[in-house]
């Protein structure tokens, strides 16, 4: 039960069983482990979503969450909980891999002018990764032109995706932008302000997934890349197992899979094989 | 040519695509039909045999790897009993698998230990160690003093002294010295040893 705030406002403080609750919640229903530790940082956003709904108690707000049938304060609640700080051409080393290495490998099995490659950033956060995916493409490799490539982002934050879709920026996250790509992709909005020029914007697909929802997942098909890095690390063992069978079935056979550098395929599944560029270690979905 | 934006139909048309020919069969000649056979039994508590002879006898690794995900979903105690035969099968990718699986459902792989303990075949001891060192010691740590205290294999005890060097209990120090003397024509047991007292002294 949560007790009463002694700061002496209305808000309620939610108590280590109410956490601990939560967090067995919320793990079933995004496969987002979260660590009951980090109290600093579940009290304040959960006691924050109590207040904007005025429950009562903590039991009442679970009430809503799990039985409000449009979803809305169980979204409000994962755009609270997940994290989405990041920036342009972050590990940018996986890009290099994939305009030298991965999409030549690609296009070797594809027909030029018939056969799209499909990339999937996913989580997109705000649009920092699928922006860097697609202005590597057009920037490094030479056979773009032959292809038509859809690169598809998705995130599990409608909050996130909004901000993905406008492709407002502040410097922090263009900081390891080149000032030629900057002007070239970016327009200015005022002092440290840029947003994404409106052709790159357009040719990007944000859309809502839940990669712990199969239906979800199973819309995704015929993939040739998927980015998902710094994901998993969030998930527990069975939800990390389940996430790689779901990616497993979205890749076509030969689609790499690249990971955050803290993160390791070998250590999830063993459906997958290592292929070790000289740019970056990635999972190869195998051809048969 | 170039950057294209994917709409939702195409996406949906690929997976439709995906979705269309023949119906997927566990005996389907195509592992990935037989793949889809496995993933639509998930969620199923009757499922369990079913998946458990697919791990069998299926020996593509798409197709079991499905099979172990799904059992590991279940997350019942019939799930967690049927994998932990898997555990003296000859096949060691699938003796790993099924360890995988058991430690992905702790709560009811950890009544199962006290039985895969007392196994006539050290290999299943040794994976019963290895599982409790992939569960909470807090629930695991009591097993595995008592079969410190009599178990007789040499192997499973190299594996028992790593066990016991992180579970963080005090007894396990006497345990260990018992073990080093138990065996005293093994070197590499008595370094296991250390190696896991000086641990538990760390810790």
């Given at each position: ?5 002694p ?39 959960l ?54 290495r ?7 099995r ?49 909050r996130?995706?909004a ?13 390891r ?7 070239n ?49 969030y ?27 803290s ?26 | ?85 898997l555990?003296?099968?000859?096949d ?8 995988e ?10 009544p ?30 009591d ?61």
């Amino acid at each position: 039960m949560a007790v009463p705030n002694p700061a002496g406002d209305t808000r309620l403080r939610v108590t280590a069983e109410d956490v601990t609750a939560f967090c067995d919640f919320f793990y079933k229903k995004t496969g987002i482990s979260m660590d009951a530790g980090r109290r600093y940082f579940i009290d304040r956003r959960l006691e924050d979503r109590i207040a904007a709904n005025e429950c009562r108690t903590f039991r009442e707000y679970l009430s809503l969450v799990k039985f409000q049938p449009a979803g809305a304060e169980m979204q409000a609640l994962i755009n609270e909980m997940t994290v989405n700080e990041t920036y342009f051409f972050r590990e940018d080393y996986q890009f290099t891999c994939l305009t030298r290495r991965m999409l030549d490998e690609i296009a070797a099995r594809k027909e030029p002018g018939l056969d799209r490659i499909r990339i999937w950033s996913i989580p997109c956060s705000t649009g920092e990764e699928p922006y860097s995916i697609a202005i590597s493409i057009l920037e490094d490799w030479p056979r773009a032109s032959e292809f038509d490539i859809e690169i598809i982002a998705s995130d599990i934050d409608t909050r996130a995706l909004a901000r993905a879709r406008q492709g407002i920026y502040q410097a922090r996250a263009l900081h390891r932008v080149p000032p030629r790509i900057r002007d070239n992709y970016f327009r200015p909005l005022g002092k440290d302000s840029w947003q994404v020029v409106e052709d790159l914007r357009e040719s990007i697909d944000f859309s809502l997934i839940n990669v712990s929802s199969p239906t979800q997942m199973a819309r995704m098909r015929n993939i040739d890349v998927i980015f998902c890095r710094n994901l998993l690390i969030y998930f527990d063992d069975l939800s990390r197992r389940q996430t790689a069978e779901h990616f497993f079935d979205a890749l076509n056979p030969g689609g790499f899979v690249a990971l955050g550098h803290s993160e390791s395929m070998s250590r999830i599944s063993n459906i997958f094989v290592p292929r070790k560029f000289p740019e970056a270690l990635v999972h190869q979905r195998p051809f048969s | 040519m170039g950057l294209l934006k994917a709409r939702d139909s195409a996406i949906a048309r690929a997976a439709d695509v995906a979705a269309e020919g023949d119906l997927p069969r566990l005996d389907h000649p195509d592992a990935p039909m037989r793949r889809r056979a496995v993933q639509a039994l998930s969620g199923d508590p009757a499922s369990v045999d079913t998946l458990i002879a697919v791990i069998r006898d299926d020996a593509d690794n798409m197709v079991r790897q499905a099979a172990f995900v799904a059992l590991a979903g279940l997350n019942t105690g019939p799930a967690a009993q049927g994998v932990a035969a898997l555990l003296s099968e000859a096949d060691p990718a699938l003796r790993n698998g099924a360890l995988e699986t058991l430690a992905a459902m702790p709560e009811h792989a950890a009544p199962l230990l006290e039985p895969l303990g007392r196994h006539d075949d050290p290999d299943v001891r040794i994976f019963a160690v290895l599982l409790a060192g992939e569960l909470d010691y807090a629930a695991t740590a009591d097993w595995l003093l008592d079969l410190g205290a009599r178990e007789r294999d040499a192997n499973v005890c190299s594996n028992l002294a790593e066990a016991l060097g992180g579970c963080g209990r005090g007894e396990a120090v006497a345990v260990l010295d018992t073990i080093r003397a138990r065996f005293p024509e093994e070197p590499f047991l008595a370094f296991a040893v250390d190696t896991a007292l000086q641990r538990l002294a760390e810790d």
